[in-house]
């Protein structure tokens, strides 16, 4: 608690999680219990999840977005920053690849249905593709591909250029 209080006073604007047995300790303290992000319980049966979510929250807190892809065990947060992009799996019913910074995941889902849940930095760039704009490193016009931050590369439709071209207007 101490510890806690020393990191606020030093910029309250860092968010504090607490991981403990002793919920008691910590509740008592009225004035760390305003100051607190989220507290946890250690014999929380979903301690895991728990984490992941308050990690989420918190990066959320400052990217201010995440995609959650959940089936009925798990549930994934994926900021909004790391996706590259999204697309269809040929032969696969409602099925999407989404290809990430730093892996890949796949969901049972549309592109109409995914692209309802980004925001401003995604668009179509071809009827299976959906991208993140933010993490674009170079367009290949020749072959009509967009070459991502993280190696990776997807093609683009020429409505898709036409709408690069002419968004300055």
Known sequence: IELAQQVIHKNHEDLIVFVTAYLGQVLSDTP???QL???ITKQAPTLETE?????????????KKCLTI????????IPFREICYAETLPGAYRKLRI???TGQYTNRS???????????????AHQSYIINRQNIRSLDK????????????????????????????
């Open 37 to 39: 992000f989220n507290l």
């Open 70 to 77: 959940s089936d009925r065990l798990n549930a994934l947060y």
């Open 32 to 34: 760390m219990k305003t």
């Open 110 to 124: 549309t592109l109409k249905g995914l692209h309802q849940k980004l925001d401003h930095r995604f668009a179509y």
């Open 142 to 169: 020749r072959n009509r591909q967009i070459h991502f931050i993280n190696g990776t590369r997807c093609p683009y439709s020429a409505g898709f250029a036409w709408k690069l071209e002419h968004s300055n207007d």
């Open 51 to 63: 984490l992941v979510h308050t990690i989420c929250l918190a990066s959320h807190a400052f990217d």
């Open 99 to 101: 290809i990430c910074l």
